[in-house]
């Protein structure tokens, strides 16, 4: 089975295109166009790369869209996809000339946290702590390490931290009343 990952993505290009990418996600959704097969899911992002002629068989497409939405010029989608970013972003920039997608993905139990977009320009975060101090479990999402690190900082009631504190602290804590700081750190990808 795998490990389901959220990956966000936020596409730029020609307002038709674009137009053209969310239509067929409705028509799929709402039942009025029928998937690649009768075995397939509607959400299924192979689906919308059959439609604009893809071949599915070439392309990594495990990946479920959730939530299809055009606003201001930008069609954001968010879904879920086996262990990571798929094929679905490359055959989109592929297929429409000038389009260009951006997307931040996670999966934590992999240690998995990723994005392309280097200049922050969707994705202004650089860090996700998940962290679970005195049974108060909580994500928050970061701009730069040093304001993850404050936060851990405050949590813990102590006037700064580093990560090796942190290694120490959750080595303490480990077992006790499920006590744990996760930092993850995304990693900028081409």
């Known amino acids: 089975m795998a490990n389901w990952a959220s990956t966000d993505y936020k596409i730029e290009g020609n307002s038709k295109d674009l137009q053209e990418i969310f239509e067929l996600f409705c028509k799929f959704d709402k039942g009025e166009r ?85 200049e922050h320009k969707y994705f202004g975060y650089t860090c996700m702590i998940h962290s679970c ?20 900082a405050e949590r813990l009631k102590v006037s700064s931290i580093t990560m090796e504190e942190i290694e120490e602290w959750n080595k303490k804590y480990e077992g006790v009343d499920d006590n744990f700081i996760v930092f993850n750190e995304y990693q900028i990808v081409d």
């Open 133 to 152: 101090v005195d049974g108060d479990e909580d994500n928050e999402y970061f701009e730069t390490k040093k304001k993850a690190l404050e936060y851990i």
């Open 34 to 118: 029928k998937p690649f097969d009768e075995h397939t899911d509607k959400e299924w992002e192979g689906n919308i790369v059959w439609a604009l002629g893809g071949n599915t068989k070439e392309l990594y497409l495990r990946g479920f869209i959730q939530v299809c939405e055009l606003e201001d010029g930008i069609l954001s989608i968010a879904a879920e996809e086996a262990w990571g970013v798929t094929d679905f972003r490359k055959f989109l920039e592929n297929h429409y000339k000038d389009m260009k997608v951006y997307y931040c993905s996670e999966e934590e139990g992999c240690d998995y946290f990723q994005t392309n977009d280097k």
